[in-house]
């Protein structure tokens, strides 16, 4: 892994750079949904009908709950879950979708996520979507998100080939947040040397370019000691 090339002057950490970004957060649905939400749609819908009684479910890195009002349309869960590092893109979120519960969470912190598990419960169902990349480690990504989830239960997370972050505005503020550019075959290595399984996985590509890859993991149904 690598971080993505960007301008130190103008680069910010992720908690200060979404509670900055989050008043124009929901002009970029769009572009955000043109990577893989058609596909991702598809899945998440067919992981959230399979079981025999509805599950739970968490969005790590829920921003602004795009994702969130989307599942919760759908009625197929019991308990919705949304967790972020800022604070300002969860205040929007639960304006947002009413009947979820929302935390502040470091993803990157792998004990932060053991504690919260133990406080509020581990889900059926886990989506991390444009998460992975505010990792350095992959490796604490599948150790955080795998303390999150239910013994057998499922993640479905994508990954985007980003060697440069994007620059983003908010105002007149042309800024960063800082990244990190991913493999997805080595991405793929790691969920698995976790001990996860891949039920499937998609490449999408535009013009011949791959834009995003798809992963839908299954963690073990029994933790190693």
Known sequence: MMPCRYDADMTLRPEPGYDLYAPSYKDDHPH????????????????????????????????????????????????????????????????RVAGAQFDRLDLTNTDDCRRWAERRTRVNIVTAFFVLVHFSRPEVFFESLGALVQPGGEVLMNSIPQREAPTLKAGTRRFQIQAYHHDPDNIQDYGLAAGWQIVRRQDLAENGQLVSTLFWWRVPSVRSP
């Open 32 to 95: 955000l949904d043109s990577f893989d939400w058609e596909q991702a749609r598809t899945w998440l819908r067919q992981a959230l009908e399979a079981p025999t009684c509805k599950p739970t479910l968490l969005d790590a890195g829920c921003g602004d709950g795009r994702t969130l009002a989307r599942v919760a349309r759908w009625e197929l869960t019991t308990q919705l879950f949304g967790v972020d590092i800022s604070r300002a893109m969860l205040a929007r979120a639960a304006k």
